[in-house]
């Protein structure tokens, strides 16, 4: 089989990584790729993410097309692979909208009857700021669109929130995506990823996963688009897994068919975990980064098969199998992330850190500058490594990470700590 993947961060790297061990995978086309997987696939930088791209597709002969990012799903282009009579692992326009509209994700959920914070929307600055007035601290406020992990303010104060509003529906800082607010009830609780296979009908949940947002230790400073993960959620057992199922990814399935969309990818569900119930925070249409490093290194099936299966509509001849072992990832980030990231500088001890059985490096902002490795984003490396035990995993990649330098490379020193503790 010709694959085509698109993407270039960690999360991209890890669905290489594991499409590489599929022995039905003749060929694997990255667009646009990083320095990371030039070593097992052939990326190809050069070509635009967009319709051209399904016609040189067609050219190739490509057997599935993955996609990895939102933006691309919610721009339609899964459609368009398509409608050009290609196979593709990843929603339609239509269905990638619950990403896309936090607005619509709410509606949805409404109307699915799927537990979530109670919230309204918000067109007009100074209605919503009058809203403020009725409502306690903690604010949240979500710009409607996509905003690369940064359109979510949790606001202490009426201050900070108020900006918050100005920033959407004021100052534009989002564009369009900005233009409709959402304010919620602040939910309080651990969060837990949820995601699961889908192929318009039949859904396959994969293992839980946490993820460390925050830039620093003890989950201070500001959010990112995440600093560490780990799978399986102790805390997250078997029958949160059901529920998540029955209670939220089904009805929403369901609810979406039901409006003649056909949902088909991956559905994932960000869910807060309270004390005494379980809300959806998000849905993201797609793989989850870093969650995507700590679950693969776990899938024993063919991921190849899986997400065929799905784009067929078939999902239900697959019986995904995941190991019992537990998968921690650390990620180093570069100097001034997340705000400003510094980029270019060359990255050292790669080599030496790649020998350690059961430990992978997925590179997310890296690149190839003649010969050498250099940071070229915010997330720069992925230090993944599988244990029998939360300590094992987490020592191993810690002890790899300890290995690899880079001016300024920030990592977080508690990733997994409280299950190992
Ligand atoms: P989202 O992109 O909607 O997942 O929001 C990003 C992050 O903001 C989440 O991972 C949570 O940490 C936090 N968050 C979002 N919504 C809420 C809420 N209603 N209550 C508390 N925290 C929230
Ligand atoms: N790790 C959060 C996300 O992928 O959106």
Redesign the pocket.
């Known amino acids: 089989m010709r694959l085509l993947v698109i993407g270039g961060g960690g999360r991209e790297h890890a669905l290489v990584w594991k499409i590489k061990q599929s022995p039905r995978v003749e060929k694997i086309f990255v667009v646009p790729g990083n320095g990371g997987m030039a070593e097992i696939a052939e990326c190809r930088p050069d070509l635009s993410v967009g319709t051209e791209l399904v016609d040189w597709a067609g050219a190739e002969a490509i057997d599935l097309v993955v996609i990895g990012p939102e933006a691309p799903l919610v721009a339609g282009l899964a459609d368009d692979f398509t409608a050009a009579g290609l196979a593709v692992f990843g929603p339609g326009r239509e269905a990638a909208r619950l990403e896309g509209s936090k607005c619509l994700a709410k509606e949805v959920m409404e109307a699915a009857g799927v537990p979530t914070?109670g919230s309204r929307d918000f067109t007009d600055f100074q209605v919503a700021r009058d809203y403020l007035d009725e409502q306690e601290p903690p604010f949240?406020i979500?710009a409607d669109g996509l905003a690369a992990g940064k359109g979510?303010t949790?606001a202490m104060d009426i201050e900070t929130a108020e900006a918050a509003l100005r920033e959407c529906l004021v100052d534009e800082r989002f564009g369009e995506a900005g233009n409709k607010v959402v304010i919620?009830?602040?939910?309080s609780g651990q969060?837990v990823s949820v995601l699961a296979f889908v192929d318009g009908e039949t859904v396959s949940v994969m293992p839980a996963a946490q993820d460390y947002?925050r830039i620093g230790d003890g989950d201070r400073g500001p959010?990112t688009g995440g600093m560490g993960a780990y799978s399986p959620v102790p805390f997250f057992d078997a029958a949160g897994q059901h529920d998540a199922v029955e209670r939220v990814i089904k009805p929403i399935v369901k609810e979406l068919r039901a409006r003649g969309i056909e949902y088909k990818g991956i559905l994932y569900a960000?869910l807060?975990v309270g004390e005494n119930e379980t809300k959806v925070?998000?849905f993201n249409v797609r793989f989850g980064d870093p969650e995507t490093q700590v679950l693969l290194p776990r899938l024993q099936t063919d991921l190849v098969d899986i997400m065929e299966a799905c784009a067929a509509g078939r999902l239900a001849t697959v019986d995904p199998v995941w190991s019992t072992k537990k998968c921690l990832a650390v990620v180093m980030a570069s100097a001034g992330y997340p705000d400003s990231p510094q980029t270019g500088d060359e990255i050292f001890g790669r080599e030496q850190a790649g020998e350690l059985d059961d430990v992978t490096v997925f590179h997310a902002g890296t690149k190839d500058e003649n010969g050498q490795i250099v940071t070229s984003g915010g997330r720069v490396l992925n230090v993944t490594a599988l244990g029998e035990t939360f300590a094992q995993a987490r020592d191993r990649a810690y002890e790899v990470a300890a290995q690899i330098t880079f001016n300024g490379a920030q990592k977080r020193a508690d990733i997994g700590l409280r299950v190992v503790q």
């Open positions: 914070a949240v979500k979510v949790i919620e009830d602040f939910l969060e947002k959010n960000g807060m925070l998000e």
